[in-house]
C-alpha cells in the first residue's frame, strides 16, 4: 500500500513536471498546454502583480528552458536585472518591456533579446492578457530587483 | 574611402544578423521578422525539400541559438539525429514530427521535446505552409544524416 501512494505520488509529479526525458509533444489544447500547469511567479516579497509563469520544457540534455508568462491587464513583472540575458516572443495579446528608462511595444512574435545586466519590466497596460514565451539560460544568476 | 567601405560591408552584416548584443526587439510585420533574412536550410548532399531557415537569436551570452523553420506543402527536413536535443514550437499551419517510426501532428503551439539521439524528421504534408520555433543549444554536434 505504501508502495502504491508512492507511485501515485510520483506519477502526479510527473503529470505536471516540465522536465523532460523521453521525447515528447506537449499539445496546446483550449488556451494551454497538456501536461503543464501555472504557478506562482515569484514570492511575494518582490513588487509584481497579475502574472503567471508555465514552466514548459526543461531537461537535463538541455542548457535552456522554455517557459510561458502572462500578465493580465495593468500587471507587470518586477524591474530587475542579472548576468543572464532573456529571450523573449510575445505569442498572445501585446505588452510593453521596459529596458532601463524607455519603452517598446511588443506585439504578435516579435521578439526581444535582452542583454546581461540590462535593467527591465514586462508590463500589461492593455485591455487582453499579454503571453510571451520566455526562454533562459539553465544555470542562471538569481534577479536583483530594483526598488523605485 | 577603404576605412568607409568596410564600415559599409560590416552595417549590413549587421543588419541582417541573428547575432545580438545589446539588448533589441526583432519586430514581426507582413509575415517576417524584420532585420533577419531566411537561408538555406542545408547544404544540397543532404536529404530535404522546401525547407527555409531563419537564425533569430543568437548571443555570445547565450547557451542557446533561436530559429525559425518554415516548410511548404510536400517538404521534408532531413531524417537524422544527433546528440543534442531539440525544441520545436508550431507557430503556423500544421505538420508532422517523426520519431523513429512513429508520427505525430504538430498543430498551433503544440511543443516537442525531441531527445538526445532520437531519429527525426519533420514533414508537412499538408497544404499550407508549416512554421516552427527550433531552439537548440549553442554548442552541439553535427546531425548525422539516415540513408533509407
Redesign the interface.
Known sequence: MGKIKRQQKSLCEIRFNSQ?????????RNNR?LRRKSIKYKDLLTNWAAVKRTP??K?K????E?RYFEILPKGYTSLEYHN??H?V?C?KGKGK?R?GNKY?I???????????N?I?QLLNPYDEPFGF?C?V???RDKPIEVKI
Open positions: 523532460c526525458e523521453n521525447s515528447e509533444v506537449i499539445k496546446f498546454w514548459l520544457v531537461s540534455a538541455l542548457k535552456f522554455v543572464h540575458a529571450v516572443i505569442i518591456l529596458l517598446k511588443l506585439k504578435y512574435l516579435d521578439i526581444a533579446y535582452i542583454a546581461p540590462e527591465h514565451f526562454i539560460d539553465a544555470e
